[in-house]
Each structure stands twice: as structure tokens, then as C-alpha cells.
């Protein structure tokens, strides 16, 4: 039963579970985690994206990347053929509404009593502290560089190989990282399925008072990470990290 498809679903749904649900904890109104702000967020993104690493290892998928943007950069780089890189893409998008949808049902209760429709989408997608299509395509870009870029350099051979399993862990942190230092401007999307995947679940689920899905600025979060991860291979391969 275990294959790279089952395992980055899988992987994907447990990200977006831990991911939007910490964001749903902090922000829905009566949760006892209102107010607990943006170290609580990135906390709990960090540590979705260790987990859902390990469930995508171990239900089949050994490079685990549960982003289309990692997937990408690392067909770009022979690890994958095209079409097992586009079947692994879907695989993670669809874990990605998957793990949104079940964040609607948690939280039934929540949604009724939180009227603010921008918090109910942030639950689910990434939107821009201040809309610029230009300038958050370009933080998307720069996050998801480093974010690929510094995936690439752990995993060479001048730093040396991690012990199994530990490998995960810095990844994690890497993502708390990120959140620290660049996800203000645009909310750090760095993955494609993380916010497209979801945002469909918020148009899907049946979530009262909900609003737009804000699909004029879906692309920037999708589009962005990519030509990021596209350009994290390219520079890591020019210094023969990779």
C-alpha cells in the first residue's frame, strides 16, 4: 500500500492539519489559544512540517518534500522523471485540501461566532500584509529560495550526512526560521499545495459567513515558490552543491 503518491498525500494533510490548525487555535474567536500571536503560528507550522516529513517517509515516500516547489527543484535536478513529478504534485495539493477540509470540521462552532471573513481565509490560505502583486511575488520568491537553497546545502556532501531522521528536524527548523524572519510580508506560503490546496477547501467547505476565496491573488503563492525553487537549483548546481 505504501507508495511516494500515498506518502506525500498523507505527508501534506498532516502539514496543513498542524499548519492551519495552529492558525485557526490562535485567531477563531472562543478558541483558548486567541491571541496567542505569530510565534505560536510558526511554531505550529514548524513543527507540521517535521511531521508531516515523517509520515510521508514513512508511508512510502523517501524524499518526502510535501511541496511542489522542493518537487520541482529537484526534477529540475534528475531526482524525478516528469510525469512522477506531476503525480507527485497533485498527490501533495490534494493532501493539502484534504488537511484544509478537515480544519473546517474541527472547528465547526468557531467559524459561526468569528465574523472577520480576512481571519476565516487566513485559516486556510496566505494573503499579503500589503497587497502589491509585484512586491509579494518577489518575497515569495526570496522565502522559497532560501527555503530550497539551504535544503539543498544541509543535505550536500561538504556538510556531511545527518544521522536517520534528524534530517527532518533541521528542515522544521529551517521552515520556524523562515516564519521568524520573512513570513510577515506575504504570511511565507514557500509551498504551492500548502496554500492552493487549502484555499480550495475554503471555497469547498460549507463555512458560514466565509466570503472570497481571494482567487486574484491565488497565483502569487503558487507561481512565487516555484520560480523560487527554480532558482535555488540553479544557483546550488552553479557552486556544485548539488
Same mark, same amino acid.
Given at each position: 500500500?505504501?507508495?511516494?503518491?500515498?506518502?506525500?498525500?498523507?505527508?501534506?494533510?498532516?502539514?496543513?492539519?498542524?499548519?492551519?490548525?495552529?492558525?485557526?487555535?490562535?485567531?477563531?474567536?472562543?478558541?483558548?489559544?486567541?491571541?496567542?500571536?505569530?510565534?505560536?503560528?510558526?511554531?505550529?507550522?514548524?513543527?507540521?512540517?517535521?511531521?508531516?516529513?515523517?509520515?510521508? *517517509?514513512?508511508?512510502?515516500?523517501?524524499?518526502?518534500?510535501?511541496?511542489?516547489?522542493?518537487?520541482?527543484? $529537484?526534477?529540475?535536478?534528475?531526482?524525478?522523471?516528469? #510525469? +512522477?513529478?506531476?503525480?507527485?504534485?497533485?498527490?501533495?495539493?490534494?493532501?493539502?485540501?484534504?488537511?484544509?477540509?478537515?480544519?473546517?470540521? =474541527?472547528?465547526?462552532?468557531?467559524?459561526?461566532?468569528?465574523?472577520?471573513?480576512?481571519? $476565516?481565509?487566513?485559516?486556510?490560505?496566505?494573503? #499579503?500584509?500589503?497587497?502589491?502583486?509585484?512586491?509579494?511575488?518577489?518575497? +515569495?520568491?526570496?522565502?522559497? @529560495?532560501?527555503?530550497?537553497?539551504?535544503? @539543498?546545502? *544541509?543535505?550536500?556532501?561538504?556538510?556531511?550526512?545527518?544521522?536517520?531522521? =534528524?534530517? &527532518?528536524? *533541521?528542515?522544521?527548523?529551517?521552515?520556524?526560521?523562515?516564519?521568524? /524572519?520573512?513570513?510577515?510580508?506575504?504570511?511565507?506560503?514557500?509551498? &504551492?499545495?500548502?496554500?492552493?490546496? &487549502?484555499?480550495?477547501?475554503?471555497?469547498?467547505? #460549507?463555512?458560514?459567513?466565509?466570503?472570497?476565496?481571494?482567487?486574484?491573488?491565488?497565483?502569487? &503563492?503558487?507561481?512565487?515558490? =516555484?520560480?523560487?525553487?527554480?532558482?535555488?537549483?540553479?544557483?546550488?548546481? /552553479?557552486?556544485?552543491?548539488?
Amino acid at each position: 500500500m505504501a507508495t511516494p503518491y500515498l506518502g506525500e498525500f498523507l505527508g501534506t494533510a498532516v502539514l496543513i492539519i498542524f499548519g492551519n490548525g495552529v492558525v485557526a487555535n490562535s485567531l477563531l474567536k472562543f478558541s483558548k489559544a486567541e491571541g496567542s500571536g505569530w510565534f505560536n503560528i510558526i511554531t505550529g507550522w514548524m513543527i507540521g512540517v517535521g511531521m508531516g516529513v515523517y509520515v510521508a *517517509m514513512a508511508c512510502g515516500a523517501p524524499q518526502a518534500d510535501i511541496n511542489p516547489a522542493v518537487t520541482f527543484a $529537484k526534477l529540475l535536478n534528475g531526482v524525478y522523471a516528469t #510525469p +512522477e513529478a506531476i503525480m507527485i504534485m497533485i498527490a501533495q495539493i490534494a493532501g493539502g485540501f484534504v488537511g484544509g477540509c478537515i480544519t473546517y470540521l =474541527f472547528f465547526r462552532g468557531h467559524w459561526e461566532v468569528t465574523e472577520d471573513q480576512g481571519i $476565516k481565509l487566513g485559516v486556510f490560505c496566505t494573503g #499579503p500584509a500589503i497587497r502589491n502583486y509585484g512586491q509579494n511575488l518577489l518575497c +515569495e520568491i526570496i522565502a522559497t @529560495f532560501m527555503l530550497v537553497f539551504v535544503i @539543498f546545502a *544541509m543535505f550536500s556532501k561538504p556538510v556531511g550526512g545527518m544521522a536517520p531522521g =534528524f534530517g &527532518p528536524f *533541521m528542515v522544521a527548523v529551517l521552515v520556524w526560521g523562515l516564519g521568524s /524572519s520573512l513570513g510577515g510580508t506575504t504570511g511565507y506560503a514557500l509551498n &504551492p499545495a500548502r496554500d492552493l490546496g &487549502p484555499r480550495l477547501a475554503h471555497a469547498f467547505c #460549507p463555512i458560514p459567513g466565509k466570503g472570497s476565496s481571494d482567487w486574484a491573488y491565488s497565483w502569487v &503563492p503558487v507561481v512565487g515558490p =516555484f520560480i523560487g525553487g527554480g532558482l535555488a537549483f540553479v544557483v546550488a548546481k /552553479s557552486l556544485s552543491i548539488i
